[in-house]
T-cell receptor, first 113, second 113 residues
Framework: GQNIDQPTEMTATEGAIVQINCTYQ??????LFWYQQHAGEAPTFLSY????GLEEKGRFSSFLSRSKGYSYLLLKELQMKDSASYLC??????????????FGTGTRLTIIP | NAGVTQTPKFRVLKTGQSMTLLCAQD?????MYWYRQDPGMGLRLIHY???????AKGEVPDGYNVSRLKKQNFLLGLESAAPSQTSVYFC????????????FGPGTRLTVT
C-alpha cells in the first residue's frame, strides 16, 4: 500500500523561508509531485521529482531522497499569496501504474506579516 | 484553452436522488480521473480512465459509476446519493508523456441531505 505523511499545519513569516516535509512508504515509486491548493480552489502543479536531488523553480525548490522515502518543498521569500495547502503526491506502487497518484492529506501553510 | 472544466459547480441532493457530474478537457489528454476531497482525508481517487472507452476503479469507487464515451469527457454518476457522498469532487487529466502531471478542474461542491 501507500502511506504519505506531511505536517497538518505550519506558520511562517512574510519574507522568510519555510520547508515542508513529506515522507512516504510505498510498494513502488515512479515520482513525487507537489501541488499547491488555495482555499476553495483546485490543486495546481508545482514540481516533480523522480531522481534524487534538488529541483529549483524560482522561489520554490523540491528535494527528493528515494532511499529515505523523503521529500521537502522549500519556499523562499515568502509572500502572503503563498498561504495555501501544499499537497505531496506519489506515483507508483505494486498495483499502481504510471497513471495514478496517491496524495497526502496536505499541509496548510499560513503566512503572517 | 479552457483546460479542465466541470459542471455543475454546486449541487444539493436529497438522499436517494441521482445525478451526473460532467468533466471536459481540451488538452487531448489520454488519462482522466475523478477524486473526492474531504477535510482531513486529502484527495482520494474514485475512478479513472486511461483512454476512451476504458475505466477502472480507484481507492473509493463504491456508490459511483463512470463513463468515458469520448476522449475529452469523463462522467461521474451517483445512482442513489447518500449523505456520506457530501464532498468536493475534482476531475483531473494528464498526458501519458513526460511527468504525467495532473491538471485539475475547479471542483463541484456536492451536499447530500
Amino acid at each position: 500500500g501507500q502511506n504519505i505523511d506531511q505536517p497538518t499545519e505550519m506558520t511562517a513569516t512574510e519574507g522568510a523561508i519555510v520547508q515542508i516535509n513529506c515522507t512516504y512508504q510505498t510498494s513502488g515509486f515512479n515520482g513525487l509531485f507537489w501541488y499547491q491548493q488555495h482555499a476553495g480552489e483546485a490543486p495546481t502543479f508545482l514540481s516533480y521529482n523522480v531522481l534524487d536531488g534538488l529541483e529549483e523553480k524560482g522561489r520554490f525548490s523540491s528535494f527528493l531522497s528515494r532511499s529515505k522515502g523523503y521529500s521537502y518543498l522549500l519556499l523562499k521569500e515568502l509572500q502572503m499569496k503563498d498561504s495555501a495547502s501544499y499537497l505531496c503526491a506519489v506515483r507508483g506502487g505494486s498495483n499502481f501504474g504510471n497513471e495514478k497518484l496517491t496524495f497526502g492529506t496536505g499541509t496548510r501553510l499560513t503566512i503572517i506579516p | 484553452n479552457a483546460g479542465v472544466t466541470q459542471t455543475p459547480k454546486f449541487r444539493v441532493l436529497k438522499t436517494g436522488q441521482s445525478m451526473t457530474l460532467l468533466c471536459a478537457q481540451d488538452m487531448n489528454h489520454e488519462y482522466m480521473y475523478w477524486y473526492r476531497q474531504d477535510p482531513g482525508m486529502g484527495l482520494r481517487l474514485i475512478h479513472y480512465s486511461v483512454g476512451e472507452g476504458t475505466t477502472a476503479k480507484g481507492e473509493v469507487p463504491d456508490g459511483y459509476n463512470v463513463s468515458r464515451l469520448k476522449k475529452q469527457n469523463f462522467l461521474l454518476g451517483l445512482e442513489s446519493a447518500a449523505p456520506s457522498q457530501t464532498s468536493v469532487y475534482f476531475c483531473a487529466s494528464s498526458s501519458r508523456q513526460g511527468a504525467y502531471e495532473q491538471y485539475f478542474g475547479p471542483g463541484t461542491r456536492l451536499t447530500v441531505t
